[in-house]
């Protein structure tokens, strides 16, 4: 237990680091931002079809104006007397209520001139004098038996349509808001209508508008049950129908705050958004409930009693006389089927509905769930974090989905999983930052340490041989020289990266590390050196290598690309090109790149400083040896890029 939690202690900067995103990601859980609107809408649409379609109730039936109707009965709009005829068959045929998704804006324009005397004067409340023509008249006779609603629409710009003559239908309700309920109206206040023709919508008693607007993103997943006009509520058309059905008095709104409001039917509870709109539960795409051509109604060839009791919705899918909405199931879904599918809803009560405090739960579990992937992070490691962020949101929009399609409650997952994923991306980065920083601070000890190493051992040839260790010191920058130069040669870029070039002039003076080994009066010897003392000497390079070997053996360094470049350099810097050096006999490629390196600078060096055994060789002369040594001593292309460096080892 102490060891997790010093654990946890030393990973609290990334816990931090976790958490600091997670407090973004709630507070956009408070205030959605409208640059959000289009993840939102993105995420209620997964969930809504994850979680599946309900079957309509079977309460519903649409009467279709179909391309079939229009070929038998002729093209639209029809004669008043045709959509009298109609309406008369739907309620011979047993429709309890009947909703028709159209407007009659106009006199029937079949009259004709021959009715000229035939046509009547209605006044309006407001005074204006209207025509009724013979087929109007027809039409408005067959409304008054009753069971039968209007469509018309509420605009919202004043100069779209004028008011005058209208007659509609407002709601009788009572209106209920909390003591603190803010000033904002729960309704949106229209301008204008375009309506029927007021001796129709008289005689009709009851209309209902037929406005539905799309989101921003042209898809269509609610709609306004009520809208205020000129000081009066009114119902939309399905909500008009179902309230006819159920001969509903006891009508209230009551506002829970800014954001939820509730429908009171009788006892039906409806849950609303903050503007009286209702989220629609789509029964599927388009044709899910049951439909019948007009036609077939006007002609009498019904299969039973598909009509008995039931709520009529009348309007067109016909080609060119359609409307259609996008909805989360379906791009061109029919005007008269929302119709159908919001009083569905009502019927059923089973609501789409967001919880009265649905921001805040929301922004809650973006909160806790996101500082619990922080902690995860910090306490496991990014591997358990991952797979505990997978389960967690795998859960999290499961319940989502399930909450849905049980109880028809939604709460969005979108800002819990964005604070998920940016606590462990922001959590993640921190600790590979960390974690690079901890291996960079790890690279420069190392390298501290390699320094202080050769520095050591330099010291160590110094104090024994001045000389020696002098020379040691010149050949690292001849060899970074050197180095740098050759890695333009096709046959050494590849190999001479800047971060070997670097290593290889640390690494070089310790070439002649085993003449530690040699004893001082053969090493200093300032005449010819014997058989045996030449075989003693010989043996540096071998004695070098080994002592690397022992150290690594004692440390248990494998695989160690300093040490193993140091060996290289130790032990085949006496390596020839012509295979003629030692102690291997090497010959050509066979020699490492470093050992064939070192192996140049080692011989310019010795030839122009002062050695025991003889004086120095001026620079141009120790140039001409180097050169008769080119493919015999030393490689080609090694001694070409000594020439271009030359200048510079001169000075």
């Known amino acids: 237990m102490r060891f997790k939690t010093v654990r946890l202690a030393r990973q609290w900067p990334i816990v931090v680091s976790g958490a600091t995103p997670v407090i973004l990601a709630t507070a956009l859980a408070l205030y959605r931002p409208t640059s959000l609107a289009g993840l939102e809408r993105a995420a209620y649409d997964a969930v809504i079809r994850w979680a599946g379609t309900a079957a309509p109730s079977g309460q519903i039936v649409i009467v279709d104006i179909d391309e079939r109707s229009l070929s038998r009965i002729g093209q639209w709009p029809w004669h008043r007397d045709v959509l009298g005829r109609l309406i008369s068959r739907l309620r011979e045929a047993g429709a309890a209520t009947i909703a028709l998704d159209m407007m009659f804006a106009e006199p029937d324009r079949y009259a004709r001139p021959t009715d000229a005397g035939q046509q009547q004067d209605a006044r309006s409340s ?119 059905e159920a001969e509903t008095h006891d009508i209230a709104l009551r506002v829970a705050n800014v954001n939820t409001t509730t429908l009171v039917l009788g006892r039906r509870s409806v849950p609303l958004d903050g503007r009286s709109n209702l989220l629609v539960r789509y029964r599927g795409k388009k044709g899910t409930f049951p439909y019948v051509s007009a036609a077939d109604v006007l002609e009498g060839h019904l299969s039973g009693t598909p009509f008995k009791d039931k709520l009529v919705f009348v309007g067109a899918t016909a080609l060119g006389i359609r409307e259609g909405v996008a909805t989360p199931f379906d791009t061109l879904f029919p005007g008269v ?70 109880s028809g409650w939604f709460l969005s997952p979108l800002f819990p999983t964005v604070s998920i994923g940016a606590a462990l991306a922001a959590g993640t980065v921190a600790k590979y930052s960390r974690e690079r920083l901890r291996a960079d601070r790890a690279g420069y000890q190392k390298a501290v340490s390699q320094r202080l190493m050769i520095e050591t051992l330099l010291s160590l040839f110094e104090s024994r041989d001045p000389e020696t260790g002098r020379h040691a010191r010149r050949t690292q920058r001849y060899a970074q020289l050197l180095a740098q130069q050759l890695r333009h040669h096709p046959r050494f870029c590849d190999y001479l990266t800047p971060e070997r070039i670097d290593l290889l002039a640390r690494l070089a003076p310790l070439h002649d590390i085993g003449k530690v080994g040699v004893p001082e009066q053969v090493l200093n010897k300032p005449g010819a050196l014997t058989g045996d003392e030449l075989e003693e000497v010989r043996k540096h390079p071998t004695r070098g290598r080994d002592v690397i070997l022992e150290a690594e053996r004692r440390v248990g360094a494998g695989d160690d690309a300093i040490l193993s470049m140091a060996k290289e350099i130790v032990y085949t810097h006496h390596e020839r090109w012509d295979g003629t050096g030692y102690p291997q006999g090497l010959r050509g490629e066979q020699i490492p790149i470093p050992g064939r390196l070192v192996a140049l600078v080692d011989v310019y060096d010795a030839l122009v400083t002062n050695r025991v055994y003889r004086a120095a060789m001026p620079h141009e002369k120790a140039i001409g040896v180097i050169l008769e040594g080119k493919e015999k001593h030393f490689d080609p292309a090694i001694v070409d890029a000594f020439l271009d460096v030359a200048p510079r080892l001169k000075s």
């Open 126 to 244: 407001t005074g204006t004098v209207h025509t009724i023509w013979p087929a109007d008249a027809t039409l408005a006779d067959v409304l008054r038996d009753g069971r039968v609603l209007l469509g018309y629409a509420l605009t919202f710009n004043a100069t779209e349509a004028s008011t005058a003559g209208c007659v509609l239908h407002p709601l009788a309700m009572t209106l209920t808001q909390p003591p603190d309920a803010r000033p904002e109206s729960p309704f949106f206040d229209a301008s204008g209508v375009i309506c029927s023709l007021p001796e129709l919508a008289r005689a009709a008693g009851t209309s209902g508008f037929l406005n539905a607007a799309p989101e921003a993103d042209g898809v269509l997943r609610r709609v306004p049950l009520l809208l205020e006009f000129d000081g009066h509520i009114y119902p939309g058309l399905a909500l008009a129908a179902v309230i006819a």
């Open 337 to 406: 089927e929302l119709q159908a599918t919001v009083a569905d809803n009502l019927l059923r009560q089973d609501f789409l509905q967001r919880p009265e405090h649905a921001p805040t739960l929301e922004a809650l579990a973006a909160l806790l769930l996101g500082l619990a992937a922080a902690f995860a992070l910090g306490a496991s490691g990014v591997a358990w974090a991952s797979l505990w962020a997978v389960v967690c949101l795998l859960a999290l929009w499961g319940g989502a989905v399930r909450m849905v399609s049980t």
